[in-house]
């Protein structure tokens, strides 16, 4: 089907949910009334795992994403939407393994993909951070040392909002946002926030690791895999 033809019928979706019956897929495509005339755009869930699609107009490619937990593991392309349904069936419907997924053709894993596999995510991103927002947060690389050194705050998702160092007790976006955050200010200090955005208190970086953790709610464990959805409610 060609890539005219889709949009002048009834668009991805619709093609996508024919090529998926046709492989003898119970896999169904989301439904986004909110979309309609943008037909460019597809979505399969199941479970814990999801796989967009997109069209390529200039290119006539089918760009694919893999998603588990609320973390992309990968992306692909492909110009045959049977090919689309059939590695969107292996990812979602059979939950085939990251490594039976690295093996298709077109398919390109992110470099997270291994560590969240293997439960090292929250590790790998503090890992990240500690490597590389020198080139990217220049501003933000004393505070992430010193709270990456504070247990409290090292069993923590971390992530950047803005210019804002956050943290979360989930792996997956969306993320928990019910822990205070830290804003770098021109003067080398560092304001931080509670959970709802009201100012704490401003101070060194040492300073601003000690109010993060006096305000962090009860009982924060070390953060679980999955989103703001599923682990707020177990």
């Known amino acids: 089907m060609t890539l005219s033809k889709l949009i002048a019928d009834d668009g991805l979706p619709k093609a996508l949910s024919c090529a998926l019956s046709d492989i003898g897929s119970d896999l169904t495509v989301g439904d986004f009334p909110e979309a309609k005339g943008a037909f460019a755009y597809a979505i399969v869930k199941s479970a814990t795992r999801s796989s967009q699609v997109y069209i390529a107009e200039e290119e006539r490619l089918y760009l694919i994403d893999f998603w588990r937990d609320g973390v992309q593991f990968g992306n692909g392309a492909t110009n045959d939407i049977r090919d689309v349904a059939k590695i969107i069936n292996r990812w979602v419907g059979e939950e085939c393994s990251v490594t039976e997924l ?31 927002l020198g ?17 409290e705050l090292r069993q923590l998702f971390p992530f ?65 895999r999955g989103t703001a959805r599923t682990v707020d409610a177990t």
């Open 160 to 224: 950047i909002s803005l210019f804002s160092l956050c943290f979360s007790r989930c792996t997956g976006y969306p993320y928990l946002t019910d822990t205070p955050s830290v804003c770098p200010l021109e003067d080398g200090k560092y304001q931080v926030f509670s959970a709802n955005g009201e100012q704490i208190g401003t101070g060194s970086a040492k300073a601003a690791v000690k109010m993060l953790v006096d305000n962090l709610p009860p009982n924060c464990g070390p953060a679980r």
């Open 135 to 151: 080139d990217r947060h220049p501003r933000l690389v004393e505070i992430v040392n010193c709270a990456f050194q504070t247990p």
């Open 102 to 132: 690295e093996k298709m053709d077109a398919i390109q894993l992110k470099s997270q993909a291994r560590a969240f596999d293997q439960g090292a995510e929250v590790e790998y991103r503090w890992q990240d951070y500690l490597d590389t």
